[in-house]
């Protein structure tokens, strides 16, 4: 975990922070058996700014709600910091159908009794993991009411017909939210005056370059540069609304990177991991016509790559 903070530094969080992570650390050892959930990421988030909100947040107590549109990075900075603070990550996927004995727990019949089998938000809670609550804006009512006392001042959970129990003072929440999606809704204030909320800013070119270097380190700088702004035009025809979003695929980017190491040329490697997300076949040519017009044909390993 030590490499974590190696980053916060290189990435310019000052000394201070990182003696109080150091500490929080200390203090708060992993719990015996859990040691497996503490991520270990495989992409780092950049972003200093970010990193400086998102620290003092969770440092002081609060919970996180890390708001903004595909591809800036929500989920890796959730896990980036569950693994800066080396605790254990429980991940809380909200969809249609999540109701509260999903997330607190349900009763189960084991050797001749009733007990409580512990849904993620109670091991959550009880084990001091930190809790990613994926796409939060699609709870339902039900759902949400389950969250009022565990993230607020209270930080408790009533089970009903079990023990109420007290949140670890290591456990955070958490949540992003993505406006757009279909089945998605406006966050009432209830649940949001329990948040600390973090508006998350589009990837610059220089921070993605800085991710694919880190991710595919002999990756030449002037292919990653076109790349990042292969990356950036197609965010530009997002937002003009000349393509949909299935394009600004980012993880489709990186994978289709690394596909060029198993024999395939980038230009198909791109267009298994970027052109064929849309399956409207006019959009599919204009992103195919945008990636020709900045990625040379017949690239492969050779020359993507330093020797």
């Given at each position: 975990?030590?490499?974590?903070?190696?980053?916060?530094?290189?990435e310019?969080?000052d000394?201070?922070?990182?003696?109080?992570?150091?500490?929080?650390?200390?203090?708060?050892?992993?719990?015996?058996?859990?040691e497996?959930?503490?991520?270990?990421?495989?992409?780092?988030?950049?972003?200093?700014e970010?990193?400086?909100k998102?620290?003092?947040?969770?440092?002081?107590?609060?919970?996180?709600?890390?708001?903004g549109?595909?591809?800036?990075?929500?989920?890796?900075?959730?896990?980036?910091?569950?693994?800066?603070?080396?605790?254990?990550?429980?991940?809380?996927s909200?969809?249609?159908?999540?109701?509260?004995?999903?997330?607190?727990?349900?009763?189960?019949?084991?050797?001749?009794?009733?007990s409580?089998?512990?849904?993620?938000?109670?091991?959550?809670?009880?084990?001091g993991?930190?809790?990613?609550?994926?796409?939060i804006?699609?709870?339902?009512?039900e759902?949400?009411?389950?969250l009022?006392?565990?993230?607020?001042?209270?930080?408790?959970?009533?089970v009903?017909?079990?023990?109420?129990?007290?949140?670890?003072?290591?456990?955070?929440?958490?949540?992003?939210?993505?406006?757009?999606?279909?089945?998605?809704?406006?966050v009432?204030?209830?649940?949001a005056?329990?948040?600390?909320?973090?508006?998350?800013?589009?990837?610059?070119?220089?921070?993605?370059?800085?991710?694919?270097?880190?991710?595919?380190?002999?990756?030449?700088?002037?292919?990653a540069?076109?790349?990042?702004?292969?990356?950036?035009e197609?965010?530009?025809?997002?937002?003009?609304?000349?393509?949909?979003?299935k394009?600004?695929?980012?993880?489709?980017?990186?994978?289709?990177?690394?596909l060029?190491k198993?024999?395939?040329?980038?230009?198909e490697?791109?267009?298994?991991?970027?052109?064929?997300?849309?399956?409207?076949?006019?959009?599919?040519?204009?992103?195919?016509?945008v990636?020709?017009?900045?990625?040379?044909?017949?690239?492969?390993?050779?020359?993507?790559?330093?020797?």
């Open positions: 975990m030590n490499d974590m903070l190696e980053f916060l530094r290189s310019g969080i000394e201070s922070t990182l003696a109080h992570i150091e500490a929080f650390r200390r203090e708060y050892p992993v719990n015996a058996g859990q497996y959930r503490v991520p270990r990421p495989k992409y780092m988030y950049y972003g200093l970010v990193w400086r998102a620290l003092a947040a969770l440092l002081a107590g609060e919970n996180l709600l890390l708001v549109p595909k591809a800036t990075g929500k989920n890796v900075l959730a896990e980036n910091l569950a693994a800066v603070f080396n605790r254990p990550q429980w991940d809380i909200f969809y249609l159908n999540t109701d509260a004995a999903s997330l607190i727990g349900t009763d189960t019949f084991s050797n001749g009794e009733v409580l089998r512990r849904g993620p938000i109670y091991q959550c809670a009880d084990e993991g930190f809790g990613v609550l994926d796409e804006n699609m709870a339902k009512n759902s949400l009411s389950v009022h006392a565990t993230l607020d001042f209270r930080r408790i959970i009533d009903p017909g079990y023990d109420r129990i007290e949140l670890s003072p290591c456990t955070r929440f958490i949540a992003t939210m993505n406006y757009g999606y279909a089945g998605t809704r406006e009432n204030e209830a649940l005056s329990r948040f600390m909320v973090i508006n998350m800013p589009i990837i610059s070119a220089e921070n993605l370059k800085k991710l694919m270097l880190a991710q595919f380190t002999k990756l030449k700088d002037e292919y540069q076109q790349l990042a702004e292969l990356f950036q197609l965010r530009c025809k997002c937002d003009n609304s000349e393509i949909s979003t394009a600004l695929d980012l993880r489709g980017l990186l994978a289709a990177i690394g060029t198993q024999g395939l040329r980038l230009d490697a791109l267009e298994m991991g970027i052109i064929n997300k849309s399956f409207d076949d006019f959009e599919r040519q204009l992103v195919s016509d990636i020709a017009a900045r990625i040379p044909a017949g690239l492969g390993e050779d020359e993507l790559f330093e020797r």
